[in-house]
């Protein structure tokens, strides 16, 4: 770094505090980003209520449920034959189904995400997934349309304004005021001038950016001891930082061409415009036209028709069932007529029929998903979004692997009860305790930092070459007009 | 002269280069955004009338069954889109698309095709409804942020005055020539729009919902004129051009993109709504024991014994002529009705508080006002989905009813051993939906309506006087 660039820091400083513009942005800022952390920590602290509410619900069915079993194991006759505690059947859909939660990660504060659309918690159940995955929270649809006032909002589309806003006549307003030949007459090259005057704004948005952001974000009395928050936060202001960088850069670049300040700042609202509203929205419609999903509308058809096909053979399949698992009936009887077995047969020969139909469905959400991963980086501002709900885990990854756990925790929860309901086990109140029990664990850190990652160099490529282009192009400058 | 000044302004703004390029884009996503809507429409309905027709073709074809079985299996409801939704999805991405019609149960809406949607979703649609509420207002603002400001700079200003224009006139020339320039890239999309639409939509579909669309397409107007109003009188105001263009973007800034979501976050906090699990926890609560927690399960069904056997004149249950089981599930059923009234009832009009916030705030910014008219006139908003899940719930009660009825009536003393003959689904029918009228939207919209009218004379008034003041240099 040359002494004259610190010089042109340090005087860029003394002009930048002596304008009103900073003072009236950055308060201004604080105030967003502050209001931004606000809404997303009480909607984190809503979901922490209701999986307190949902365990709270456990704990208190399970008493109910073992102290029933306790006094039928003494004599006492069950309500009815369809509620008995002590049957596997029973306990593995209605009176001992455990939750699986998925606890908000550690900065969901700041990005809301998609995690107003995704449930967060499921009562698993030994019955098809399908009956207890659409678990959806309650929201108003007009407010899930308008969005949040997130953080990640702030930063997505009011940051780029602001720096926007700071650095759209770097250059232009100091040729209309008619200081940029007094500091050119200077021996200093325009782009060692404009170098320091868009590196001393980048130092102070960002340190702005960080600043309120972190006090945001212990405020509202998250804690940083949680695994990983680190380097997450880390991750976070890195993402923030590259997203500002191609702002200033586009700045540079636009300022390069030498135009007036007014045409300057129109053609920056424009780029803005396209990066920020209607490229996303252009992109949607391509990702949605090439990998159209299939309608929902006919997967609940198909699952009905599966299951009125499965229902329709289930003596056939009952019998087919002892067939293909001869260990369930070893020693004892198979029973022809048996109720619990023939539906664990026929939810079985449903669950294989809608297979496909629940593959297509995957595989065109997942071909939207990866065309969407290549493709975002046409748009800074869908780096920006995706990365940020990665690192909050509020993203479609975090679910996905949220899914999964849910998934081999549901085999799990059958695996455990079916030879148990095929044998007519009869449970006993401890056995209550000694169903499996679901563990959420976080994606490590490491997968998400990868991901981030990639993301980073999305933003900072495009940012370099711009700036790059744009100091190159500053070597044209016609200092007079 | 007046129209002299508008025919100026006309000219000079079709001749300009980033006006022609600007509405060139405009068009061509108006344009797509109408022809991709119209699509979407169309295959969508064209899957929920298959859908429907299964649905119902199930309910037929089911053998003879216990007629509480057949309810337990019930229907699905598909809720049907309305042609003027092809310009404005409105909240249709984030309500479920079914509903599940069972016995006991009122269901909430599931799939909501947001959930099956990338992030992307979330930076919203490309509808006509997106082009005009947040496009054509910054094309209003380029046209005409330095229409005063920038003349005076030119010193053209001083010129025209003493040429003994009077600047109300000046005024009024301005905002017609503006209005037209935008009027020749409006009018075209709007024909064009609408001839694509007609083309690929069924017969009578579109002509239906023309006065909705006309409705829409007048509102819209309404919201142009308020920009173009706004942007003259703040050009007229405005210390330099480029001050009147930084302070119109803030404002559009602030219309189209702030508002909305800072006032969510509002209306959330002054009309909270409960978790789904409080929601369910609830009801679950007061269906087993009523409101009060004393109405249980057990004196209800004692309560309806001792009254049944008094209006039979019976001494026991088997002495009854009628099954006994089948008037309990309805009792139960009735029971429950009472409580989704209340708790679906409180949910819905908490969420309508919200809504009703929302087109308040559009005093403040009028993006509010017009995004709730839009979405109303076409048939996207809430209050048409509250319309149709009103709708399905009653259709669920009367099949159910049905059920139980026949259980009861004849049944005799079989119980749950008891089947009904496929002639039984058939008495139940088919479930028919009828969109609400324009007038039942329209009076839905009255606040946001009247707001947006209260900005056309505000704005009508203002202006002028504040070109009247405009200063020459």
Do not use: C
Request: aromatic share 10%; no cysteine; charged share 20%.
């Amino acid at each position: 770094m040359s002494q004259t660039l610190t010089r042109i820091i340090k005087h860029e400083w003394k002009i930048l505090v002596a304008d009103r513009t900073l003072w009236v942005i950055a308060p201004l800022f604080a105030l967003l980003i502050g209001y931004g952390v606000y809404n997303g920590s009480s909607w984190m602290r809503f979901q922490d209520a209701t999986l307190e509410a949902a365990k709270q619900e456990e704990r208190e069915r399970f008493a109910r449920a073992k102290a029933e079993v306790t006094s039928i194991e003494q004599g006492a006759q069950p309500a009815s034959a369809f509620s008995n505690p002590r049957l596997p059947s029973v306990a593995a859909s209605r009176t001992g189904p455990r939750y699986a939660l998925a606890p908000p990660a550690p900065l969901a504060a700041l990005a809301v995400g998609q995690s107003d659309l995704y449930p967060y918690y499921f009562k698993v159940t030994s019955q098809s997934k399908q009956t207890f995955t659409a678990n959806d929270e309650i929201e108003n649809p007009t407010n899930l349309l308008a969005g949040r006032f997130d953080l990640a909002f702030v930063i997505i589309y009011l940051y780029p304004l602001l720096i926007l806003a700071l650095s759209y006549n770097l250059i232009s307003a100091e040729r209309e005021q008619g200081t940029l030949a007094m500091m050119i007459s200077q021996p200093v090259s325009l782009r060692t001038f404009a170098t320091g005057k868009i590196g001393l704004r980048a130092l102070v948005v960002l340190a702005l950016a960080a600043g309120f952001s972190l006090a945001a974000f212990l405020l509202t009395g998250a804690g940083l001891s949680a695994d990983g928050v680190w380097l997450r936060l880390l991750l976070w202001m890195a993402v923030v930082g590259a997203y500002g960088a191609f702002w200033f850069a586009l700045a540079i670049l636009v300022n390069a061409f030498g135009r007036n300040s007014a045409t300057n700042a129109m053609a920056l609202a424009g780029m803005w415009l396209v990066l920020a509203l209607i490229l996303p929205a252009l992109l949607n419609v391509a990702v949605t036209t090439i990998y159209p999903v299939p309608s929902r509308v006919e997967m609940i058809q198909a699952t009905r028709r599966a299951s009125a096909e499965a229902t329709a053979k289930g003596s056939q399949l009952l019998a087919k069932y002892y067939e293909d698992h001869p260990e369930l009936t070893a020693g004892g009887q198979a029973d022809t007529n048996d109720f619990y077995t023939r539906s664990i047969a026929v939810q079985d020969e449903t669950d294989r029929l809608i297979q496909p139909v629940i593959d297509h469905f995957d595989r065109q959400a997942t071909g939207q998903q990866s065309l969407l991963d290549r493709f975002r980086f046409l748009s800074p501002a869908v780096v920006a979004q995706s990365a940020l709900n990665d690192i909050a885990g509020t993203g479609a990854a975090r679910y996905r692997h949220f899914l999964g756990l849910v998934d081999a925790f549901h085999q799990n929860w059958r695996a455990h009860f079916t030879p148990r309901i095929v044998q007519k086990a009869l449970l006993v109140a401890d056995d209550y305790d000694r169903f499996p029990a679901f563990m959420f664990r976080e994606e490590p850190a490491g997968a998400v930092a990868g991901r981030a990652m990639i993301g980073l160099i999305g933003l900072l490529i495009p940012a370099l070459l711009i700036a790059w282009l744009g100091l190159r192009a500053l070597r044209r400058y016609s200092v007079a007009q | 002269m007046i129209a002299q000044i508008a025919r100026k302004e006309f000219t000079e703004t079709l001749r300009d280069g980033r006006f022609r390029w600007a509405a060139a884009i405009v068009f061509v996503l108006l344009f797509a955004s109408v022809v991709m809507g119209g699509k979407h429409y169309r295959d969508v309905k064209r899957q929920h009338d298959l859908a429907r027709a299964e649905t119902r073709e199930q309910w037929l074809r089911q053998p003879a069954k216990n007629p509480h079985s057949a309810a337990h299996y019930g229907i699905y409801a598909f809720k049907p889109k309305m042609a003027p939704s092809a310009l404005d999805r409105g909240v249709d991405p984030f309500v479920g698309q079914s509903v599940w019609l069972e016995a006991h149960k009122q269901n909430e809406f599931r799939f909501r095709p947001a959930q099956d949607a990338t992030a992307l979703q979330r930076f919203g649609d490309l509808t006509a409804a997106a082009v005009m509420q947040l496009l054509i207002p910054l094309l209003i603002i380029l046209l005409s942020f330095s229409t005063f400001a920038g003349e005076r700079e030119q010193g053209t200003l001083r010129q025209l005055l003493s040429l003994g224009v009077k600047k109300t006139n000046l005024a009024w020339g301005k905002a017609l020539g503006v209005a037209g320039a935008l009027g020749a890239l409006i009018v075209p999309a709007t024909v064009i729009g609408v001839i694509a639409l007609a083309m690929t939509s069924e017969n009578g579909s579109l002509a239906a919902s023309a006065p909705r669309m006309a409705l829409m397409f007048m509102s819209y107007l309404l919201y142009f004129i308020s920009f173009i109003g706004l942007s003259l009188a703040v050009s007229a105001r405005a210390k330099s051009s480029q001050m009147a263009l930084v302070i119109l973007l803030a404002f559009w800034i602030v219309n189209g993109l702030i508002a909305t979501r800072a006032i969510t976050d509002i209306a959330k906090r002054l009309y909270p709504t409960p978790s789904a699990f409080a929601f369910q926890q609830a009801i679950d609560r007061e269906m087993q024991s009523g409101p009060d927690g004393h109405d249980t399960a057990d004196k209800r069904a004692e309560a309806l014994k001792q009254r049944v056997l008094k209006q039979y004149g019976a001494e026991k249950l088997e002495d009854l002529p009628v099954n006994f089981a089948g008037l309990s599930l309805q009792e139960g059923e009735e029971h429950g009705n009472a409580v989704f009234d209340r708790h679906y009832g409180q949910l819905w009009s908490s969420f309508e508080r919200q809504n009703r916030l929302k087109q308040i705030a559009g005093l403040l910014a009028p993006m509010l006002a017009i995004q709730s008219v839009s979405m109303g006139l076409a048939g996207t908003d809430f209050a048409h989905h509250r319309d149709f899940a009103a709708a399905a719930e009653s259709y669920r009660r009367t099949l159910v009813k049905k059920m139980n009825d026949d259980t009861a009536y004849n049944a005799g003393k079989q119980d749950f051993g008891y089947l009904a003959q496929p002639a039984l689904w058939r008495t139940v029918e088919g479930f028919r939906y009828e969109s609400p009228s324009t007038g039942w939207a329209l009076r839905n919209q009255t606040v946001s309506l009247a707001i947006l009218v209260l900005w056309v004379v505000a704005i009508l008034v203002v202006m002028p006087l504040t070109v009247a003041k405009v200063k020459i240099d």
